[in-house]
């Protein structure tokens, strides 16, 4: 799954108020561990609402080549078909993530107490980032790894067969690191502990009770959480309803506060706490929306969100709500431009190495429309200038990173001139309905003609 030749460029403009009530795309995160906890359970689970996304496709592929049955039923309705913990096969040929950060590092942590070798590789994003992080750690069950240095991908993890539990404080704020290592353990005989000084997102956590793993999570005095699993699981299928995903559905919620007269409903979200740091940050700057009919669905709350144009403002984002928001910074560096006055955004260092350097990303996007911003070593300050402020006009570099594309691109909707980004090929990776979706309650986003 390699980034094709040819860019494809895309244009936002300013137009009439958006309207309308749209079903944004499942959650990337959640259908990941779907795919991945499907075909590690015995039997057949059925999954509605996966994210048709070139990342979760790069996993269902995956989850192919190591020996589970997945097939389409429809839109979004996938079954799986498990071969058990620790019963994954070895691929006769490389496993590609294409971008996807989360599909590799998951499937990682899996293959490391299975006794297959494994070779990883992604595209030329995913080749540049960390993996050490979650390749180390699984050393201590007893894997072992060759990579490119660095501990880059191509990478090949050769998993044991006589797998030991671990206890282990993660380093980094990190969910993937997190999940592999509790996929990891779920092959491990005993009981193994693993703790993270950040609240990161707990899909694994939850999806592994559902299926039945023996897991128990505590939050610690200092913030952080300790989580003890134990191994040689037997993980029962449970039927998975993906919710739409919070980071993607920030897209069109920003544009909605930030185009004059809008407004906008997208139904279903999911609102797990440890993603729901956006909205906390919303409100603080004044923006107006609804969190209606709240409710569960498979073990998650979920509500619709409408959302309506605002007038909002600066605030000093807490460093610490950091991991509940993480993917949400590019959209919310766009709105802060939009705001009267300074926007903080501090401790996020992680920013520098997702599918881009996020910070430079940001920082270079914003001085090319025409908005003010200071680049921090762990964060940005965004010197907003009011919602008619942002004179917009150039094109924004994407550098392989679909969050870069669609902030740009919001950006577009609501600056004096219009906004180009260099290439919105990755927006399939986590929204692929993304510019009919926009389109659909009424955003100006078409091919440049040059
Ligand atoms: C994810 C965790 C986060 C997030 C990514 C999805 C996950 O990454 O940025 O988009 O599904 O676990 P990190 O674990 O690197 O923080």
């Known amino acids: 799954m390699q ?11 300013r137009s009439g108020p958006l309207k309308g009530r749209v079903a944004v795309p499942g959650d990337k995160s959640i259908s990941h561990r779907a795919l991945i906890l499907g075909a590690l359970a015995i039997g057949e689970t059925k999954i509605s609402g996966l994210l048709e996304g070139d990342d979760v496709l790069a996993t269902a592929a995956a989850m192919r080549r190591l020996g589970a049955h997945v097939a389409q039923d429809g839109e979004g309705e996938w079954r799986v078909h498990g071969v058990g913990v620790g019963g994954w096969s070895e691929p006769d040929d490389v496993l590609d993530f294409g971008n996807s950060g989360t599909g590799a590092r998951l499937v990682m942590g899996a293959v490391a107490t299975t006794g297959i070798s494994v070779s990883f590789t992604g595209d030329a994003s ?10 180390e750690p699984l050393t201590r069950f007893g894997a072992r790894y060759v990579a490119r240095e660095g501990g880059l991908m191509p990478l090949m993890v050769t998993g044991t067969a006589h797998p030991i539990c671990i206890e282990h404080e993660v380093e980094v704020a990190s969910a993937q690191v997190k999940s592999a290592l509790l996929l990891a353990a779920l092959n491990a005989p005993g009981r193994t502990y693993i703790s993270q000084a950040a609240l990161t997102r707990d899909h694994t956590e939850r999806m592994l009770r559902a299926f039945g793993a023996e897991i128990a999570a505590e939050q610690r005095g200092d913030g952080g959480e300790a989580i003890a699993i134990t191994g040689e699981a037997e993980l029962r299928p449970v039927p998975i309803i993906v919710p739409a995903d919070p980071s993607s559905a920030a897209f069109p919620l920003a544009a909605a506060l930030l185009v004059q007269g809008s407004e906008v409903a997208l139904p279903g979200v999911l609102l797990n706490p440890r993603r729901a740091g956006l909205l906390e940050t919303l409100r603080e700057m004044g923006a107006t929306f609804a969190i209606e009919n709240t409710r569960e669905s498979g073990g998650e709350e979920i509500a619709d969100i409408v959302a309506r144009a605002s007038l909002l403002h600066g605030v000093e984002v807490p460093p610490e709500r950091a991991p509940a928001m993480i993917d949400e910074y590019p959209v ?23 599918e881009s350097d996020r910070l430079a990303g940001i920082a270079r996007g914003l001085t090319a429309i025409g908005a003010n911003v200071e680049e921090l070593e762990d964060g940005l300050i965004v010197y907003g200038v009011g919602p008619d402020g942002v004179k917009g006009g150039g094109r924004v570099a994407t550098h392989m990173d679909h969050r870069l594309a669609m902030a740009f691109l919001v950006a577009g909707l609501a600056s004096r001139e219009s906004v180009s980004v260099d290439d919105s090929t990755m927006v399939r990776t986590s929204f692929p309905n993304f510019r009919q979706m926009m389109r659909a309650i009424g955003a100006d986003i078409s091919v440049p003609v040059r």
């Open 126 to 135: 995913l080749r540049n980032r960390p993996m050490r992080r979650v390749l």
């Open 3 to 13: 980034a094709p030749d040819v860019p494809r460029p895309l244009e936002a403009r």
């Open 332 to 354: 919310l560096a766009v709105l802060a431009a939009f705001a009267e006055g300074r926007t903080v955004m501090r401790g996020l260092a992680e920013l520098r190495v997702k």
